[in-house]
């Protein structure tokens, strides 16, 4: 009996996981199925298959442009969330402080958020900054990195903040105990070891920052947008797999970005 | 060797109180273990000495240098703690050479001095693998070797063994005491386990409750508990409550009175502490200055080279005697349920304060 029921839990248990892997997974691949539709339209059945749609998708402009923007506002926006978030990380692991609570929900909040509500926010802060001082940031590339920045940061905070939790402190003490000053304990010491987080906080913010379609869509200025912009204004007037070829070539490099951190720095230890 | 002295040294956290109190010289070369529960303040206390808690009160100095005020990294200890805390992105020898870079020795200094230590140790063919790939053992090794190439003042050792498994405990700890003799270093050690204090340690600092209960060497705290508290943590299975009625006369709580030598005296409720290995059990007790109380055999513990008796002296009252085994000169063993005298001399036991 016992023996027949842990064998019907196990497998309902990995039909769940079944089911819900297939809900992930299978929109993926659809897309990127699609992405090779000979149709003119995007429809079903496929008539056949080609590879026109990546040369097409390579060749627009402004997917090409909007790639650069993208990848360019997202590179920036990584390295200010971690010259940001590793010290606050830092500081909110390590240090009791009055309004340590609200600061740590200051950082996330980005991350609760709705994506447009942060995004016409900043926009109204920006252009009330710009009324009192006559300085533009709204449609400039300050702009635009500063909401990434804001984007990002919430990832760093966390994921830093968990392998600084999950540190041993007393690897610290140790170094301080054997002659080094604060400095040298933390870059030699605490650094490489909290390496995973940091690594992994850094690749999910560059890829939060990336994908992000919300916030950038009040900010960008005009031939200046990024690449999820310039798909969704693609969507606007064509229905054809070039998006699916896009998309196709987004999710294969963010496969192999979190493939290779994998390799440097074991992902799962940073959670 | 430097001698480390406490003088009146305190740690409060807020209105609570982590250590209060304590003064402390410990001699040059001298094994010193803070043994105590948890929660008595002994980590806090050797976390004081090493610099890693300041103290809300008193001065700590180092061979006549006040230390108070140092920080760790200016106090040239070496510290061994209880998880052992390699840095566990260095290799063995890096790990141990980390303490010599920041004295910013040579390079060939550096790599001679570590594999002296990593010789001293027995951990030479280890010193290109990383902690990860060691046993807890050899871990605790590296530990120690990267504490003590640094040619520390003062060693101090946070519940080195604990991690251990028995056998390796063994080792280890003869292993320390090896070392820490051969060294003549000032060596400080924090326990809660009496038998690894009474074996390796000079002197014992029994702590309670952040204060210190009683100090001395293990043989003196053990002969000479101050407190039922100290018997008790020393493993003195016997105490039993009472008052002294007249001159060597001690009246146990259930009105039987036994005799004490005239030495011992203390007014008020207190303790007789009497030892396992000082009580006898028997048919009949022999003639002379002996206490004798009957009672029934309840269980019986084999320790190899002893046996343990717990015998039941009326409805609530145990008391534990201990003989050499049978093999080794020790009586016949008796079976459960006997009908048997406990007996001591007079001249046994201790009185202790009830508190």
Redesign the interface.
């Known amino acids: 009996m016992t023996t027949n029921t842990s064998t019907g839990i196990r497998f309902a248990y990995g039909a769940m996981s079944a089911v819900i892997l297939g809900f992930i997974v299978l929109p993926l691949v659809g897309v990127i199925w699609m992405s090779f539709f000979s149709n003119k339209i995007l429809a079903f059945p496929p008539q056949g298959y080609t590879f026109d749609w990546y040369a097409r998708a390579f060749a627009a402009q402004e997917f090409r442009e909007g790639f650069i923007v993208s990848f360019e506002t997202s590179l920036i926006a990584m390295a200010t969330s971690l010259v940001l978030g590793v010290p606050a990380s830092l500081a909110l692991v390590r240090y009791n402080f009055p309004g340590r609570e609200i600061i740590t929900n200051i950082l996330m909040s980005p991350m609760i958020v709705p994506g447009i509500v942060g995004g016409s926010a900043l926009f109204v802060f920006f252009l009330e900054i710009e009324m009192l001082t006559g300085v533009q940031i709204a449609g400039t590339a300050p702009g635009l990195i500063i909401a990434h920045a804001l984007i990002a940061l919430p990832w760093t905070v966390r994921l830093v903040s968990t392998s600084l939790i999950g540190m041993?402190r007393?690897?610290e003490?140790?170094?301080?105990?054997?002659?080094?000053?604060a400095m040298?304990v933390f870059f030699?010491?605490t650094l490489?070891?909290i390496k995973p987080g940091i690594i992994a906080g850094a690749l999910f913010s560059f890829v939060v920052s990336f994908i992000d379609l919300e916030k950038s869509i009040f900010l960008v200025g005009p031939g200046k947008t990024t690449l999820q912009i310039a798909l969704i204004n693609y969507l606007e007037w064509n229905l054809d797999s070039t998006i699916g070829a896009v998309a196709t070539v987004q999710i294969v490099l963010i496969t192999v970005l979190l493939l290779v951190t994998d390799r440097y720095a074991k992902l799962n230890r940073a959670f | 060797m430097p001698e480390v002295i406490l003088q009146d040294v305190a740690k409060h956290y807020g209105s609570s109180v982590a250590v209060e109190n304590m003064s402390m010289h410990i001699s040059p070369g001298e094994l010193v273990a803070l043994l105590g529960p948890s929660g008595c303040g002994k980590t806090t206390t050797l976390r004081m000495i090493g610099g890693f808690v300041d103290i809300t009160s008193g001065r700590i100095s180092v061979g006549g240098r006040d230390v108070t005020a140092l920080p760790p990294n200016r106090r040239n200890m070496g510290f061994v703690f209880q998880n052992y805390a390699l840095f566990p992105h260095m290799t063995v020898a890096e790990n141990v050479a980390f303490g010599l870079e920041m004295r910013k020795l040579s390079k060939s200094d550096i790599s001679g001095k570590v594999a002296q230590a990593l010789a001293r140790v027995r951990l030479s063919s280890f010193a290109d693998r990383l902690p990860k790939q060691l046993s807890g053992g050899q871990q605790q090794r590296v530990a120690l070797a990267r504490a003590l190439v640094i040619e520390p003042d003062v060693l101090l050792l946070d519940e080195p063994l604990s991690n251990l498994d028995a056998t390796l405990r063994q080792e280890m700890k003869i292993e320390i005491r090896q070392l820490q003799q051969s060294l003549g270093l000032t060596t400080i050690f924090v326990t809660h386990d009496q038998d690894e204090a009474m074996s390796t340690a000079d002197r014992m600092v029994l702590m309670r409750q952040g204060r210190v209960e009683q100090v001395g060497a293990p043989d003196e705290i053990y002969d000479q508990p101050a407190s039922r508290f100290a018997a008790e943590f020393m493993g003195i299975p016997n105490l039993l409550p009472g008052r002294m009625n007249g001159p060597g006369r001690f009246e146990l709580e259930d009105g039987t009175t036994v005799h004490l030598d005239g030495q011992k005296r203390y007014h008020g409720l207190c303790v007789l502490a009497l030892r396992p290995e000082s009580i006898g059990i028997g048919k009949d007790a022999p003639v002379g200055a002996f206490n004798s109380l009957p009672g029934t055999v309840e269980i019986v513990t084999y320790h190899g080279a002893s046996l343990e008796y717990r015998v039941r002296l009326g409805t609530s009252t145990f008391l534990t005697a201990r003989t050499a085994a049978p093999g080794l000169g020790g009586p016949d063993a008796i079976p459960i349920g006997t009908e048997v005298r406990l007996f001591w001399p007079y001249a046994s036991g201790v009185l202790v304060p009830e508190v």
Do not use: D, F, W
Not at chain 1, 173 to 181: D, F, P, Q, T, V
């Open positions: 041993n007393s690897v003490e140790a170094a301080y105990s054997l002659g080094a000053s040298t030699r010491i490489p070891i």
